[in-house]
């Protein structure tokens, strides 16, 4: 009655696809403790077979070191015994996070008597395209599975080798606890195309999570017909409110901007009230000359500039929306409350913004006004962060406003359906 | 510091929504209070003003006739002042909803003392693509501005003189209340063009929902880079269980297919259970024929069919995943209750499913294994709607995973953002 789609004329990646969609259909119903079993097997797994990924991950890292790869990307793809256990016991601390699928959102008895739940399912098949680390390949996998979702693991060519002893550890593991190998899959092919198939496989694919740079994310969100949750992008700002503890202002500034500069919820942007500029500016240009820190700022933050020991240079509009990823921050001085969220909503990429005030009303207002994934008062920029909020686990951090955003954990790779009950209720 | 795009080069798509996003911004924080006085003043205009509504329809009515539009479409497309009566008696009850703006969907205390609050806030600016029907104008609006959303409607040309009179009556009302005007939007030209710009305006458009048919719905996913909500498809089941009520399954067999074959949620496909085939069949062929439906069955039907009044014709690959909308239905006689799952995961749209069943076992594995956005269990497919499940409006049903799935109500056109608060924390 049914007949197939004609299997043997699809590509390699239309069928990883297919399998993959089958692979989540068995997925979708399993109880915890099968899932759990499995992650188990894989923790266990990787640190049977370390030899043999780092044996993979040699063979990427000579390509890497051929082909003249900067050390801090040979550092990112390397995978050491050390590192493959910790990423073991990464898979281990997923067991332990309680199974979103299943949960019942919302409930209730409709009044012609139906039962109406809404209940968390897996979204289906997750793709996720990432660059040059091994780690995510694990990772990706283990909250996908966790969430009874399959996956479709598309990293970079220059770790090629890597994920691919990584999945077949992880396959194999699968596998062998009884659940479906191919809810694990790399997608086949090492070329720009698989990525376009991959982009295009809608109906097949349920969303695509894209891990990496700026223009990694831009392509998958043009190019993508399958849904896409944009992550990671973080042009953070820090605005000093007129009423301010200037000690604190500092520790925040200091903390958002230079405890780990690398990362998406670094402070890119400082803006100071110009109340407060007078006395703050000298202190926090000290402080970020004292952390390393270049300032590129506006007319007035080079003016107070001149007596300070910082690097303070002139920014150009660019800097106000660079993601610098380093030490560096822009600065401005803004006449007011008001003037700092025009410039945060013309320049951010909506990710993080804090406010450090003593004020309850700056707070209240500031709060209110900026619309980012998370706005921080009198704290860090540094705590958006899946691991910190307490989910126990992410797998990105979303920019965007549908379906998920700020830090994405479990109960973010599921989606709902409703379950209608009668007693042979039908519609008058 | 901050300058301003360059305005006046912009397309005029593009200047709306700028416009709107800059609407959008101020409507967030408003208080619930402030945008029912404005949907109140919406209601009041459309009835103050029906009589401009009206003759700029018959504008819209006559060019449709000259142009030999069909009058069921003719129909869709007219306001008479009942109608506008009814449609400003659904922004009154837009009114009665609660807001979702503000709720907190989850808090709690870290461990280092941080509060973490997660806040629902409006999407943005919302788009809206639809086709010849007026009172969607006011629907869509009305929702939007009660989310905290600003709009971008882009109607069917045949109804621009209609929508554009609507759209006038809805900004002087809003825009009388002290809100932004520009929150309400037409999309300017009344072309191709303008629809592309609209699907194209990432960054300035949150969220794109088609509403209307397949192809249009088609066109938005593949060439919109905004992020779009799939809407409305509906290939809906009816499965008849192994052991089931007769007299119920004939019940939900016609409530769901002919109690209104034109809506997403009414049956497509019958399938029964071999074992009960040779008692359910005979009786379920003769209501279809009563109810004026005709049956395209597979080879056992046809043979049920034999001895039947009904129309029974020979059923194509093609009727598996046609969405009739018309008294037409698809049947086949399945081997197992697995069977009617592996059918519908092959050719379902994933709108709604139903089993009528009297084993538990049977309910409970239909509702576990069928990945749809409803499950109904001993009631019609007729219930998905957001007015039944007690939503008390509905912008469409989404029949995606990402973001909303099933009837969409206030709440799905909402984002979240997370509130950070500490006392100078920072991350060691």
């Given at each position: 009655m049914t007949t197939?789609?004609?299997?043997?004329?699809m590509s390699p990646v239309t069928q990883a696809a297919y399998r993959a969609k089958g692979a989540a259909a068995d997925l979708a119903p399993l109880p915890r403790a099968e899932k759990d079993d499995a992650l188990l097997a894989i923790a266990d797994a990787l640190e049977v077979r370390t030899s043999d990924v780092v044996e993979a991950?040699?063979?990427d890292i000579e390509r890497a070191r051929a082909a003249g790869t900067s050390e801090t990307v040979i550092d990112r793809l390397t995978l050491t015994p050390e590192r493959i256990r910790a990423i073991a016991s990464d898979v281990r601390d997923v067991v332990a996070l309680p199974d979103p699928v299943g949960e019942v959102v919302r409930g209730s008895t409709l009044p012609n008597g139906i039962d109406l739940r809404q209940v968390r399912v897996p979204l289906g098949v997750v793709g996720i395209i990432y660059e040059a680390r091994p780690n995510v390949?694990?990772?990706?996998?283990?909250l996908c599975l966790k969430s009874g979702n399959a996956v479709l693991l598309r990293g970079s060519s220059s770790a090629y080798e890597s994920n691919s002893a990584l999945v077949r550890v992880l396959r194999d593991a699968v596998g062998g606890s009884g659940l479906p190998?191919?809810?694990?899959?790399?997608?086949?092919?090492?070329?720009?195309?698989?990525?376009?198939?991959?982009?295009?496989?809608?109906?097949?694919?349920?969303?695509?999570?894209?891990?990496g740079g700026a223009s990694l994310i831009r392509t998958v969100v043009q190019e993508s017909t399958v849904p896409v949750i944009e992550t990671g992008t973080g042009n953070c700002?820090?605005?000093?409110?007129?009423?301010?503890?200037?000690?604190?202002a500092i520790d925040i500034l200091i903390n958002s901007k230079a405890q780990r500069p690398s990362v998406c919820n670094a402070a890119e942007t400082l803006l100071v009230h110009q109340d407060i500029a007078p006395r703050f500016l000298p202190l926090a240009?000290?402080?970020?000359?004292?952390?390393?820190?270049?300032?590129?700022?506006?007319?007035?933050?080079?003016?107070?500039?001149?007596?300070?020991?910082?690097?303070?240079?002139?920014?150009?509009?660019?800097?106000?929306e660079t993601e610098y990823l380093s030490y560096d921050i822009a600065a401005a001085?803004?006449?007011?409350?008001?003037?700092?969220v025009d410039h945060i909503r013309l320049w951010t990429s909506g990710h993080t913004e804090a406010i450090v005030t003593t004020s309850q009303q700056a707070a209240r207002r500031f709060t209110q006004l900026v619309d980012s994934t998370t706005v921080a008062v009198n704290a860090s920029t540094r705590f958006t962060d899946g691991g910190q909020f307490g989910f126990g686990a992410e797998i990105g951090i979303s920019t965007q406003k549908l379906h998920a955003r700020g830090p994405m954990g479990l109960p973010e790779l599921t989606s709902t359906?409703?379950?209608?009950?009668?007693?042979?209720?039908?519609r008058r």
């Open positions: 197939l789609s004609p299997y043997d004329s991950n040699a063979k390949t694990v990772d990706a996998a283990a190998a191919d809810a694990v899959q790399l997608v086949p092919g090492d070329n720009r195309e698989s990525v376009r198939e991959l982009m295009r496989a809608r109906g097949l694919v349920d969303v695509l999570i894209p891990r700002h820090v605005y000093v409110d007129a009423h301010a503890d200037l000690d604190m240009l000290d402080a970020l000359a004292e952390a390393g820190v270049t300032v590129h700022g506006d007319e007035r933050v080079l003016a107070y500039g001149k007596d300070s020991k910082a690097t303070v240079v002139e920014a150009t509009t660019e800097d106000w001085v803004v006449d007011s409350l008001e003037r700092a359906k409703y379950i209608v009950t009668g007693d042979g209720h039908i």
